[in-house]
């Protein structure tokens, strides 16, 4: 069955380091999200991306996050200067249309130190 | 602000037990309440229920939703030790074009032997 991947699954970075998350999603899914959960809350939208260009973003989604799609299938979320608080677990998302169930990869695990 | 409440938080049970899950949401402009498995990171498309009063099976589980109450619940019967997990609860909006969901704290629940 196709999946989501997502690497690392871990990542380990000194506060106010850029970090690059990557994922790669279904590949003929059109609809790609970032969620993230921090420990022990839930799991929150960051951003949608469709046609390359990013079309809904949350609050938590400020000028420190970027998303790309640098090819036909990598998606990436990069964070310009991480701070204590964006330690979470990072997920990747993806849909075949919008307003359609999401399949989600197994995470990046982010820690800021 | 949308909103989801999932009851109770963490639930064990003996397997073979059958459990309810519930789910209670605000939110405006409903299009979609998604039912996901979380087990050990990433989140499994479990039920999408747009409808009232359809019930949605998948094995021993199954799913129903009230939309005059706002409400959903997830049943598993005859449950299993490999039914461990987190269950999340999310709600998506009309008005996007891709799916923000909400997602609710989620409900853990442990099946001993």
């Known amino acids: 069955e196709p999946e989501v991947t997502q690497t690392p699954s871990h990542q380990v970075t000194q506060m106010g380091q850029e970090v690059i998350l990557r994922c790669v999603p279904i590949s003929n899914h059109l609809y790609f999200y970032w969620y993230r959960q921090i420990l022990g809350q839930k799991v929150e939208f960051l951003v949608s991306f469709y046609n390359n260009e990013i079309s809904e973003k949350s609050e938590i989604f400020d000028d420190q996050f970027s998303v790309e799609r640098p090819d036909g299938s990598n998606f990436t979320l990069k964070i310009r200067s991480t701070k204590l608080e964006d330690s979470a677990m990072y997920f990747c998302?993806?849909?075949?249309?919008?307003?359609?169930?999401?399949?989600f990869g197994s995470g990046t695990q982010l820690s800021v130190l | 602000e949308d909103k989801v409440v999932q009851s109770p938080l963490s639930l064990v049970v003996h397997e073979g037990d059958t459990v309810t899950l519930n789910c209670s949401y605000e939110v405006t402009n409903f299009r979609s309440l998604l039912w996901y498995k979380q087990e050990k990171k990433a989140p499994t498309f479990l039920f999408m229920l747009t409808s009232s009063g359809i019930e949605k099976k998948s094995g021993r589980l199954s799913s129903i939703l009230d939309k005059k109450e706002l409400f959903s619940i997830l049943n598993i019967t005859a449950t299993q030790t490999g039914d461990s997990a987190v269950y999340l609860c999310a709600v998506e909006r009309k008005g996007g074009t891709a799916s923000k969901l909400t997602f609710g704290t989620g409900t853990r629940l442990q099946v001993t032997l």
């Open positions: 998302a993806s849909s075949w249309v919008g307003n359609e169930k999401l399949f």
